[in-house]
């Protein structure tokens, strides 16, 4: 008799102790009509409600269920590469805790992949209803995406289902900032696209704030291209025309006995050469950042060791 093919689940949670329960109740449910072998892996990403009692009920409870608990908050990004790197399947899945990602789409992800596809990605029928400034940043996080990275994952989510030959391809990137959706579209493997409705509790108020979307948009852009460098270039080759131009004209002033508006020539020209300076260093600092970052060779999230009971170790 065929053995059932084996299915993990990779859940990244952070602060999700009213949803959790509810989430955990609906996937099982949904996993039991399908023939495979469940395995799911909440990954707590330093919850500092109470999820992490409520994820060890939910372990001593269901057999299926193992509790990865990162020593403090990390970042989605870092909670499913430790799934990720823990999954056992022979295909993972990743999905949000937070209700987000409907469980009643995995039969037709398990479908389409074991038709043979390595990648099935579930695609957001249209862009959540949130606040106005996170709708208007999330269109221009998308375009500015494609259109310097040449990747379009708009719409995209982390809602994905990978073969285990992609997840361990995904695995031995070593980068440390990473970016889920943005790495498995550049991979470039033929995918199954299917559409979904977000769950109504995605419409709560984001725990982002402006500067942390920034960052993240930021960090997610420049790993994916390295365009901005190459814009100083453009914007020096801008100024130097400008100066040249400003030059002429000034020098044309003055061979007609004409006073030149040295005054105002002088402070525009600083302004130019100060702003252009001023941004050609903080796109070269953002990049040297990251490479200090990826020099260090920090893991990117650390497992919190089990307790252990030394009672009656020796000295």
């Known amino acids: 008799m065929k053995s059932k093919q084996k299915l993990s689940i990779v859940i990244p949670v952070f602060n999700e102790q009213d949803l ?4 955990v109740t609906n996937l099982i449910g949904i996993l039991e009509e399908i023939e495979a072998e469940p395995d799911i892996l909440l990954v707590d990403d330093g919850s500092t409600d109470a999820t992490p009692e409520t994820i060890a009920r939910l372990c001593s409870d269901r057999n299926v269920i193992t509790a990865v608990t990162l020593s403090r908050n990390f970042g989605k990004e870092a909670a499913i590469h430790a799934g990720i790197a823990r999954a056992s399947g022979d295909c993972v899945l990743v999905m949000d ?3 987000q990602h409907p469980p009643s789409l995995i039969p037709e ?16 029928l249209e862009p959540v209803r949130t606040g106005l400034v996170n709708r208007l940043g999330a269109v221009l996080f998308y375009r500015l995406y494609r259109r310097l990275s040449g990747l379009e994952i708009t719409n995209h989510s982390d809602f994905k289902l990978l073969d285990r030959s992609v997840a361990d391809l995904y695995l031995q990137m070593k980068e440390k900032h990473r970016f889920f959706r943005g790495l498995v579209h550049w991979m470039g493997l033929d995918a199954v696209q299917l ?19 920034i960052k993240y948009a930021l960090n997610n852009i420049s790993s994916f291209t390295t365009l901005p460098l190459q814009v100083i270039t453009f914007m020096g080759v801008g ?4 100066g040249a131009v400003l030059g002429v004209w000034t ?20 302004i130019i050469l100060g702003g252009a300076i001023m941004t050609s260093l903080g796109i070269l600092g953002h990049y040297i950042g990251k490479i200090y970052e990826e020099v260090k060779d920090r893991p990117d999230y650390i497992v919190k060791p089990a307790m252990k009971d030394r009672e009656g170790d020796g000295p």
């Open 195 to 213: 559409t979904f409705a977000a769950g109504p509790s995605y419409a709560r108020s984001s725990r982002w704030s402006i500067f942390g979307l």
């Open 251 to 270: 020098l044309g002033d003055k061979l007609l006995g004409q006073s030149a508006e040295g005054f105002t020539t002088i402070n525009l020209l600083l």
């Open 109 to 124: 992800m398990m479908a389409a992949w074991q038709k043979g596809a390595l990648v099935v990605e579930a695609v957001k």
């Open 97 to 99: 805790a937070d209700l």
């Open 239 to 242: 100024v130097v025309l400008l």
């Open 20 to 23: 959790l329960e509810t989430m």
